[in-house]
């Protein structure tokens, strides 16, 4: 390589450099400074969203509180109630079984509902499409109350689909739901239906435990 063609390429390597810090560089703080600036406005006038229940973490009473509805459960073992959003079985308690030892012990608590820091429940639904039926609202009849002699009937209309859930409980612990899907919206569904348990966070009565499983998972 020549002398003149080094002296050209150093040339224009100062000119890009020369570029880059009187043009480029100045231009790019513009444009960044710009950004924060609509973004800063857009936050300012946006509105401000009310946390979802789910989100939030409240004590025993006022979780319950912000239910619509509820239908107590009773049965010579378990007592507490089903919440008429998403039919979630979320409070229930253990009449027979204590926390302690200690005669003034309190019985165990099974279910705690979804807007608390410890939450655990059971829900079922179905899922169409995108969609999921677990913060539907669902009724049930004014004088409702689950035992095992009274099973108690959910039901709820949406888009020309009506939803029924019968819930049932034997002496013992066992529910039973039995849900159906009559479809009058003269379109063509898949519903699937599923069934899970919600464990959010930890009990803050969690002990230490060692649990030993022997055999395939599934």
């Not at 539907?136 to 939803?163: I, S």
């Amino acid at each position: 390589m020549d002398r003149n063609s080094i002296i050209a390429f150093v040339l224009c390597g100062i000119l890009f450099l020369l570029w880059n810090q009187l043009y480029l560089a100045p231009e790019q703080e513009r444009l960044r400074a710009e950004m924060a600036a609509r973004d800063a406005e857009a936050a300012k006038n946006a509105p401000v969203e009310a946390p979802k229940l789910e989100d939030l973490e409240l004590e025993l009473d006022e979780a319950l509180a912000t239910s619509p509805g509820r239908v107590p459960v009773e049965t010579p073992y378990l007592t507490g109630s089903i919440n008429l959003k998403g039919a979630r079985i979320d409070d229930l308690l253990m009449k027979e079984v204590k926390v302690t030892q200690e005669e003034d012990s309190d019985i165990v608590r099974l279910f705690r509902p979804a807007n608390m820091a410890d939450a655990h429940y059971i829900q079922t639904g179905w899922f169409t499409g995108t969609k999921t039926s677990e913060n539907a609202v669902w009724t049930a009849a004014e004088d409702a109350k689950l035992t095992p002699e009274t099973p108690v009937t959910l039901m709820r209309v949406e888009n020309g689909v009506t939803y029924e859930r019968v819930i049932s409980v034997d002496d013992n612990y066992m529910f039973t739901v039995t849900q159906t899907a009559t479809n009058n919206s003269g379109e063509t569904l898949k519903f699937t239906p599923y069934g899970r348990a919600i464990q959010r966070g930890l009990p803050e009565d969690l002990r230490k435990m060692f649990i030993l499983h022997e055999g395939p998972i599934a």
